[in-house]
């Protein structure tokens, strides 16, 4: 808390060096051009008070806490390293919580250690001032420091605006590294995991095993001791409800997205664009809560009297099959998804649309074109990339939900385009390996970070591919 008010502090500060700062420069700029604008030489005194201060306090708030744990478990004494691990990390626990005055667990301990523990905690509230105190005041001389040291160096000859511009280009590089490493780590992560996995697993067990069944019994002379791994069940499902949720997302979202760019006046535009951009703030559990109880019986509904009326003729074994179709499917999922994914094609495709120079459109149609045909030929054609470039954030959302088609598909691994059957996903399967507590030497939890890491790159193929059909088209049409 005393932290945060240094920070609400350091803010107040360094507004108040950002005025010192522009009258220094107006008072000895009177009669003069200086080179840089006041409100440059306030910005850099500014910086130079608040970032280096502000840079310690936040370090400190990120890892003083484990500075003070890793004191704290250095100098336990021999009574609290007899502990076995579990206790011990409750001891070590407790006593940062005493530390902080706040209540510790109700875990009984022996006396000596109960003894132990009360020392520790005052050590740890000792430990944790005398940081804070050294943060603070280490940020208060950084503070000072910087202010006078950039508040001496304001006169109209000063190049401030150069030095304000080059710590803006360092932050944008840094939000640009951190992008990158983000990027990087997470990848490694993936990369990481996968290898412990694919030692267990063959790689090509994984990758074209037609059953998946990942249950490993905890002892050999326990049933499916050996699990199966293969992962083709998974991408059929995967690709089979997003192939049938673009089916319904596509041609609607962007009909619609033309409607409304090319077609509709501006009352009517001004009411249908945010109804269907409502579409995208509802939860996906309220899409999934719809699909289980509205959209799956109304399917088995419809199937199952379809069944019943081709019962007795020729289409017999396909009127026993309709008649037995259950609640969860895919094709209940896919259309489910397709219907959350309309916002995003149509509000997407529609500021594409809306993107294209009218100049364009005026002159095809001074050439004597229709509307549709200009449409047709001029406006969609300089619009695709764009379109494609929804169309691809579309797919990726729906290859990346889950709570759609745990309810309304199935946890059932099949290798089916049978829209009618039960399949599941990659990622409700991941969901569903890494629920609960998992210990990460298992294959079974392990084989989670082998799905990410070829869905990821299955994904990044399809990005590839979609630019590439991108730039063709492109090129088409310059």
Not at 57 to 75: N, P, T
Not at 272 to 285: M, S, W
Not at 352 to 358: D, K, R, S
Not at 414 to 420: A, D, Q, R, V
Request: glycine fraction near 8%; proline fraction near 5%; hydrophobic fraction near 55%.
């Amino acid at each position: 808390m005393i932290t945060w008010a240094v920070l609400a502090a350091l803010v107040l500060f360094s507004a108040a060096t950002y005025v010192l700062g522009r009258r220094k420069l107006t008072a000895q700029a009177a009669g003069q051009r200086p080179h840089s604008r006041p409100g440059y030489h306030g910005a850099y005194v500014m910086l130079w008070a608040a970032v280096p201060a502000a840079i310690l306090l936040l370090l400190h708030g990120a890892f003083g806490g484990r500075i003070v744990a890793a004191a704290v478990q250095a100098e336990a004494p021999a009574s609290v390293q007899a502990l076995d691990g579990h206790q011990r990390a409750v001891f070590y626990d407790d006593a940062l919580a005493i530390g902080r005055g706040q209540t510790p667990s109700e875990m009984i301990f022996a006396p000596q250690v109960r003894a132990a523990l009360a020392d520790e905690g005052r050590e740890a509230a000792r430990l944790e001032m005398g940081l804070r105190l050294g943060a603070i005041t280490l940020a208060l001389l950084l503070a000072a420091g910087g202010f006078f040291a950039a508040y001496r160096r304001i006169t109209p000859e000063f190049r401030a605006r150069q030095h304000v511009e080059g710590w803006t280009s360092a932050v944008l590089i840094a939000c640009s590294v951190a992008a990158v490493l983000t990027t990087v780590g997470i990848v490694a992560s993936l990369a990481f995991e996968s290898i412990r996995f694919f030692r267990a697993v063959p790689p090509h067990e994984f990758l074209f095993g037609m059953e998946w069944d990942p249950q490993i019994a905890m002892r050999a002379d326990q049933f499916a001791a050996v699990g199966a791994f293969g992962a083709v069940p998974l991408f059929v499902g995967t690709f089979l409800i997003m192939l049938i949720a673009m089916i319904v997302a596509a041609p609607i979202g962007l009909l619609s997205a033309i409607y409304l760019a090319e077609y509709a006046s501006r009352p009517t535009r001004a009411v249908v664009k945010p109804l269907l951009e409502v579409l995208a703030g509802v939860p996906t559990v309220v899409y999934g809560f719809f699909a289980a109880l509205t959209v799956g019986p109304l399917f088995r509904s419809a199937f199952n009297n379809l069944g019943a009326q081709l019962l007795g003729g020729p289409f017999h074994e396909l009127g026993l099959y309709l008649s037995q179709v259950q609640n969860q499917m895919a094709l209940v999922a896919g259309a489910v998804m397709g219907i959350m994914l309309i916002p995003f094609v149509s509000s997407l495709s529609d500021d594409i649309l809306n993107a294209v120079p009218q100049s364009l459109r005026d002159g095809s149609l001074a050439m004597g074109a229709t509307p549709s045909e200009t449409i047709k030929k001029v406006v969609m054609p300089a619009a695709l990339p764009g379109v494609m470039g929804a169309m691809l954030l579309a797919v990726s959302r729906a290859i990346g939900e889950t709570m759609i088609v745990t309810m309304a598909a199935g946890l059932q691994a099949k290798t089916t385009l049978n829209p009618l059957d039960t399949v599941t996903t990659v990622t409700v399967q991941i969901v569903t390996l890494l629920t609960g507590d998992q210990e990460f030497d298992s294959p079974k939890t392990l084989s989670a970070f082998g799905l990410g890491l070829t869905l990821f790159v299955i994904t990044l193929i399809l990005n590839v591919i979609a630019l590439r059909v991108v730039q063709k088209y492109r090129e088409q049409y310059d």
